[in-house]
């Protein structure tokens, strides 16, 4: 059975940071590309980063690139997300998925923004809310 358990979200102030991680088991974790999505109340759900297999690639949305940065260790099995200079508008549930991909070689960031932006990845965490105070 697989499992997504995303943590580390919270209340914050705005300025502030967060780290949120997201450990995956029942799965060849290294097999899998990961991605991190955010949805605001009455908002559509938004892809903000990806990273590969082996984490050589990732790719970022515009309103989080260079605050934000994404990795992953395989030996936990997990993937975080550092986030620096949080917004009010970072506030969200923030999820995380699991899909093959492609596989190391092929993942470019166009690759892998593609795939950020189709959305269906295979495998959902519950999510963990981010909250920023203004």
């Known amino acids: 059975q697989v499992q997504v358990v995303e943590s580390g979200g919270g209340l914050v102030q705005t300025g502030g940071s967060l780290r949120l991680s997201c450990k995956v088991s029942g799965l060849p974790f290294d097999g899998y590309t990961m991605g991190w999505f955010r949805q605001a109340p009455g908002k559509e759900r938004e892809g903000i980063s990806a990273?590969?297999?082996?984490?050589?690639?990732?790719w970022y949305v515009k309103s989080v690139k260079g605050r934000t940065t994404i990795s992953r260790d395989n030996a936990k099995s997990t993937v975080y997300l550092e986030m620096n200079d949080l917004k009010p508008e970072d506030t969200a549930m923030y999820y995380c998925a699991a899909d093959p991909g492609p596989q190391e070689h092929l993942a470019t960031d166009h690759a892998l923004g593609i795939l950020l932006l189709r959305g269906d990845f295979t495998y959902w965490g519950q999510g963990t809310q981010v909250t920023v105070s203004s």
């Open positions: 990273i590969s297999r082996r984490g050589g690639y990732s």
